[in-house]
């Protein structure tokens, strides 16, 4: 294995001034602690947004006084539009998957801990770190907009499928500025990520410390690595999109909108384009934006895992292959969406098996972490309990896969609840589980304090219990033939099952405000926690060897020598059962072992 | 707290097998001759699927019970096998079900996709627009007026923007808000979009097939059942989506007759 080079100069000079230190700053903790925030600020937003959609879908009458603060057109009254509800369907979704899926698990503590993880003193470019940061969060403003324009935000869900997002104001209210905010805003999303994807690539290849070899990087080290790839790769496709849905919509061309359509009563003045296109584009990059949400949570789970088992896993560097693997047949997948979308029928079998695949990679990676348990002396607490209830998220949301991975099972599952139900558990819950572990883990070292123990527990068991009760029903909700993006149900066949849904909005209302334990957890701990020491966890990887919270050089200055594989747990060391990377002690296996 | 998650792992096991095993949430009839082989293939997913599931739960409930808060000193032990039983299971296991689900569902979806309809499939022209369904019948003529978008004229119920004027083809053309069948006659039904996406959807038939603008798709079926059933559209079509629905009648092949009599002297 190649050795890892050494860094020569600082990266850039101590931070002066306020502006310098908390706002544009260089320094890569702060830009991860400016994207936590960002992800928290969206992802309080996008929880509030499905409270009021599930509200709605039950209660559609129900008056909610703040709502039409927000929109009179929206919401007069009080009460919720149909299209008022499509358009917070739009946001929710937006939001939750670009600003808390991507940003939270990757950007916020890839940003903060792959630099110290491999022992350097910031990222390769941290100048272009700061323009990541602030491009995202440029591209916030503009989707945020959308809520305070007059038409409000676009109607046509998270994948804005052409040619209802194409036309402009003839396709519904939104669409005419709302869905242009939207196109700006995720066209420099793209920028932004693109941005960071490669300083994280550039990091991870040249920034290493002495004796930091590829695979003594730790596991979540290696997640955030393989999901920079993948970033890089699926970023660069939607971003041309987003740029000919734009043209589109400003332009005149016809990318996306055949000849001959009459919307509106108007015979639109387009002709040639493909609607397909924009969906094979968008999920060319909408499915391996699935595992950049969820690779990170492996990686992070994975590394917390080993250090609350207090033993190594059954092989890291299976998990390491597992996770490539992943990301490589994330790309083979994209048309497992489009099965019912008018695609050769043959292509959908072609789409098909990759996608059964890759149940392989990801039945190894359960099976590696369960069969770790195995034998293993678990300490709970709050970052134990999500990493385990990770895997039993996993696990759930990735068993329906196996459903509509099948083309003939997809006939009759597709937009409905079912699938609903299959992404939330697999990519949303799951890898913001991987984001609560990281956090209670990680927040002693990222401000020096410990967090409520006690508010932590009390939050998982409201997360873990609550999630299921979303979750579950809205697979069998899906099997009946339940579909989505319905803002309320006048079937017949559904009047007997409108009592589920209600008992999902309770559920919804009762776990989202467990939520704000968690914030209270964080705000108040920033403050007036117990203080950390340096390593509270007695784990190995390089950030617990250095103080709570780092300096602005990470190291002080020096430069790490690393001599262990990561995770050196299970042995007689002088500090306990464990031996951090860069002590030059021998590792001596413990005895019975 | 650790066996506290055990317990609550194997409850959350139990209570999400329940309603499944105790059939509380059942596909409606299958009113199509293609559909039984979708279902087979729903159920064995689903045993397949269930028992991974549950399988899973119950495990990691086990070795949370058993390895949690050990005392202090207790020897690590290793799972016997290690990483190599977990890939060589992952492969075995999985890989099987891959292979049989994919061959088997294989058979499913040609079924829908591979099979033609045979030459004397009743044709009939479904157009989707924001947000009704129309449908279209040839006529005594078996063929269909051209479709002319400026032509379209909604107050007057032209929806197919039909030149009955200029056109033979068109003067015989039926228009109903209605997809009226007969009974266990094959059916071709040929998709045009109006104006943007939207899908076309009857739980009871198997059947969800987009209607894409600019694409000329086609699906065809079978109804075995005579009654009425829901025809909704499942693409996000813009405000009024939800609402977005017409009826699938399936008739005796007499009555059918009787209704396109009665359709066509209107």
């Known amino acids: 294995m190649q050795e890892g080079s050494v860094q020569e100069a600082h990266v850039h000079a101590p931070p002066e001034g306020f502006l310098r230190k908390y706002v544009f700053s260089l320094d890569h903790k702060v830009i991860g602690k400016q994207y936590y925030a960002l992800a928290l600020v969206a992802v309080f937003t996008g929880m509030i947004l499905s409270w009021l959609m599930r509200l709605h879908m039950v209660w559609p009458n129900a008056k909610i006084p703040l709502l039409e603060m927000l929109s009179k057109n929206g919401a007069p009254g009080g009460v919720m539009t149909p299209e008022y509800y499509l358009s917070l369907l739009t946001m929710h979704g937006t939001l939750m998957v670009f600003f808390v899926l991507t940003n939270a698990p990757f950007a916020a503590f890839g940003n903060y801990f792959l630099p110290i993880q491999i022992g350097a003193e910031d990222m390769a470019f941290p100048r272009f770190n700061m323009m990541s940061f602030w491009t995202t969060f440029a591209a916030w403003v503009v989707l945020m907009l959308a809520f305070f324009i007059p038409d409000g935000p676009p109607i046509a869900g998270w994948t804005e499928y052409t040619p209802l997002s194409a036309v402009g104001k003839d396709a519904g209210p939104g669409m005419a500025w709302g869905a242009s905010l939207w196109g700006i805003s995720i066209a420099i999303f793209c920028v932004a990520s693109l941005l960071g994807a490669l300083n994280f690539i550039a990091t991870t290849l040249d920034l290493r410390a002495r004796g930091m070899t590829l695979m003594r990087m730790p596991l979540c080290t290696w997640a955030w690595f393989v999901t920079s790839c993948i970033a890089l790769l699926a970023f660069a496709v939607l971003f041309p999109a987003c740029i000919l849905l734009i043209l589109d919509r400003h332009a005149g061309t016809s990318f996306f909108i055949p000849s001959g359509l009459v919307i509106s009563d108007r015979v639109q003045p387009h002709a040639g384009g493909s609607p397909l296109l924009w969906q094979h584009l968008f999920w060319f990059f909408g499915h391996p934006e699935v595992y950049i949400a969820i690779l990170p949570s492996m990686g992070i789970v994975s590394h917390i895992l080993i250090n609350s088992m207090r033993k190594p896993l059954l092989s890291a560097k299976v998990v390491i292959y597992s996770m490539m693997s992943i990301g490589f047949l994330s790309y083979m997948v994209w048309g497992h969406h489009m099965f019912v979308s008018g695609m050769n029928p043959m292509s959908s079998l072609a789409f098909s098996f990759p996608t059964l695949t890759i149940t392989i990679p990801a039945t190894i990676l359960t099976l590696i972490w369960l069969g770790s348990l195995y034998g293993s002396n678990i300490q709970i607490n709050s970052a134990s309990l999500f990493a385990l209830g990770f895997i039993s998220m996993f696990v759930a949301g990735g068993v329906s896969g196996f459903f509509l991975a099948q083309p003939s099972i997809d006939i009759y599952l597709h937009a409905t609840y079912f699938v609903v139900g299959h992404f939330h558990l697999v990519m949303g819950v799951a890898s913001l589980f991987g984001v609560f572990a990281g956090t209670y883990f990680w927040f002693p070292k990222m401000t020096g304090r410990m967090m409520s123990e006690t508010l932590g527990k009390l939050h998982f068991w409201i997360t873990f219990i609550g999630a299921y009760c979303i979750f579950m029903p809205f697979h069998y909700l899906g099997l009946i033939g339940n579909v989505r993006r319905y803002q309320s149900f006048v079937d017949d066949f559904m009047a007997p099952y409108m009592g589920w849904h209600k008992f999902v909005t309770i559920a919804a209302l009762i776990t989202g405000a467990g939520q704000f334990i968690f914030l209270f957890n964080l705000i108040y701990s920033r403050f007036k926690g117990k203080p950390a020491p340096e390593n509270p966890w007695n784990a190995t990887s390089l950030e617990w060897s250095i103080p709570s919270p780092p300096p602005w050089n990470n190291f002080g200055g020096r430069h790490p020598v690393v001599y262990h594989d990561p995770y050196q747990y299970g042995v007689n060391g002088s500090k306990g059962d464990f031996v951090m990377q860069d002590s030059p002690e021998q590792v001596v296996p413990a005895s019975g072992d | ?266």
């Open chain 2, 1 to 266: 707290m650790g066996k506290l998650l055990a317990i609550v792992l194997v409850l959350i096991a139990v209570l999400s097998a329940y309603p499944i095993v105790t059939h509380m949430f059942v596909l409606p009839e299958d009113i199509s001759t293609h559909g039984h082989a979708i279902d087979d293939q729903l159920n064995d997913t689903m045993l397949e699927a269930g028992l991974s599931f549950i399988g899973a739960q119950i495990v990691l409930a086990i070795f949370v019970w058993g390895f949690s808060n050990r005392k202090a000193g207790s020897p690590l032990k290793n799972f016997p096998g290690g990483a190599k039983v977990a890939v060589i299971a992952a492969f075995v296991l999985v890989g099987s079900e891959v292979l049989a689900l994919g061959v088997m569902g294989q058979q499913a979806w040609a079924q829908v996709y591979f099979t033609p309809p045979k030459p004397d499939a009743l044709q009939i022209q479904a157009q989707a627009e924001q947000f009704a369904f129309y449908f279209r019948y040839p006529g005594p003529d078996g063929k269909f007026g051209a479709i002319h978008p400026d032509k379209i004229d909604e107050g007057n119920q032209n929806y197919f923007g039909l030149d009955p004027a200029n056109e033979v083809e068109a003067r015989d053309d039926i228009v109903s808000g209605e997809l009226v069948v007969p009974v266990n006659r094959e059916v071709q039904l040929l998709m045009h979009a109006k104006d943007v996406g939207h899908s076309f959807y009857v739980r009871e038939l198997r059947i969800q097939q987009d209607f894409v603008p600019g694409l000329d798709l086609s699906v065809h079926f079978t109804a075995t059942k005579i009654g009425k059933y829901e025809i909704v559209c499942t693409q996000l079509c813009g405000l009024g989506h939800y609402n977005m629905k017409a009826y699938l009648n399936v008739m005796s092949q007499e009555n059918y007759e009787k209704w396109l009599k009665e359709q066509a002297s209107q």
